[in-house]
Structure formats: C-alpha cells, structure tokens
C-alpha cells in the first residue's frame, strides 16, 4: 500500500510533466511570448526609447553594444527594423550604425529562431503539408545559408516570418546567423545612412541610399511574384 501511495504522486507528475513539455504546449506558449511581446511595443513602443538618444550618452563601445543588445529584443517583438535602423544612422552615425544595427540584427534573428525552434518545431513540422510550404522547407533545410542570404539580401519576407520559418525548418544555426549577418548589410546599411544624413536630404549619400532601398524593395517583390507563380506552376 505505502508503495501505490507514493507511486500515484509520482505518476501523476510524470503526466504532468509530459504534458507541459509536449510540441503543442510548447507551441502554445510560444504564441502567448509573441503576443505578450507584440503588446508590449504597441503599449510602451520601446523604439522611442532607441530614438531618444540617451543610449548615445555613454558613448563609446559601451553605447553600441548596448543599442545592439536592445535592438536584438525590439525585433523579437516586432518593432520594425527600418525605424530601427535609422535611429541607429541618428545616433551613431554610418561606421558605429550600421555595427549596432547587423549586430542587433543578428542577436535579434537568433532570439526568434532559438524561440521557434525549441517551441514551435515538434508541432509545427508535421503541418507541412501544402505545396507552397513544402517547397519553403526544402528549399531551407537543403540549401539553408543560399537560400536565406537570398532572403535577407532581397527584403521581401518580412524578417520575423523568415526568422521563424528557419527556425521550423531543419537549417542549421550557424548557417542562419552567417546568411543574416552578411545578407543583411547592404539594405541595413542604406537604411543607417539614411539616418545619418537625414538632415541633409538633398546630399548625394541621402539620395544614394534611398535609391538603394527602392530598388531592392522592388526587386524583392519581383522575385517574390515570380516565385509564387513558378510553384503555382508546377
């Protein structure tokens, strides 16, 4: 008797546990962290905070670890990375921008990809079913660094949908964060240089990057429209 009575306890935490840890509870709550999350910039916008230069008053090394650090967490909860790439131009300048800006990129891209891999994979990989999501896992889990350096060096996914996609997919991590380190410098830095020459619209460095940033966001949706009607048509 004193042995069933010890063992039912036992039992039942056993359940329990596998339970909580299960791929659908996972998955719940990593809906419940981006929900929180995504309430969060719509109650506080921690942007303002970024934009409002007192990071820049510690100066130094200090500030742009910092501001990186703080710009990883802003696009794990949405906060676009436009807004925040032009705060960094503001602040720091192009050199020091646009180191704050990749580094936060990069810390960013790994937080959402380490949340849906650890919480949302298990569940979400037998869903895998229609063509055009079949297609997205092959296509990342066997060419994983071409396939999100094509990515992130046309901005027509939008950063946390790539981010989270990668991270269901079997893509390895190092492959992610190298293709999202470098493939996002050239739009990145446009962006910053935007920031930092903001004050002076009409200088060729201005123009010069928001041309940059037209035309890859139009090739972006270019190759978008032709990749959709390629696996429509297949």
């Avoid at 995504?38 to 500030?63: D, H, K, M, N, Y």
């Avoid at 790539?162 to 446009?190: D, E, K, Q």
């Avoid at 460095?205 to 048509?233: C, D, Q, S, Y």
Wanted: glycine share 12%.
């Amino acid at each position: 008797m004193p042995e069933t009575a010890t063992a039912r306890p036992q039992a039942f935490a056993v359940r329990c546990t596998r339970v909580l840890l299960s791929p659908w509870s996972r998955l719940s709550l990593l809906v419940v962290l981006l929900a929180a999350a995504g309430t969060c910039v719509l109650l506080f916008e921690p942007q303002r905070l970024l934009s409002g230069g007192w990071i820049a008053q510690l100066g130094g090394a200090t500030a742009v670890a910092l501001f990186a650090v703080a710009y990883g967490a802003c696009t794990a909860a949405f906060v676009p990375r436009p807004l925040l790439n032009l705060a960094a131009g503001a602040l720091f300048g192009t050199q020091a921008g646009v180191v704050a800006a990749i580094g936060g990129t990069v810390f960013g891209a790994g937080i959402a990809f380490g949340l849906g891999r650890m919480l949302g994979q298990d569940a979400l990989r037998p869903m895998l079913r229609g063509k055009w999501l079949r297609a997205a896992d092959g296509q990342l889990s066997r060419h994983g660094f071409r396939s999100m350096l094509a990515v992130r060096l046309f901005p027509g996914v939008p950063f946390a949908a790539a981010n989270y996609c990668a991270a269901v997919s079997r893509m390895g991590w190092l492959p992610f964060l190298l293709a999202t380190g470098l493939g996002s410098i050239p739009n990145t830095a446009a962006y910053v240089i935007a920031g930092a020459r903001a004050s002076t619209p009409t200088s060729p460095a201005f123009l010069i990057a928001m041309g940059f940033i037209a035309v890859t966001g139009l090739g972006g949706a270019t190759v978008a429209w032709f990749k959709r009607h390629h696996l429509r048509g297949r």
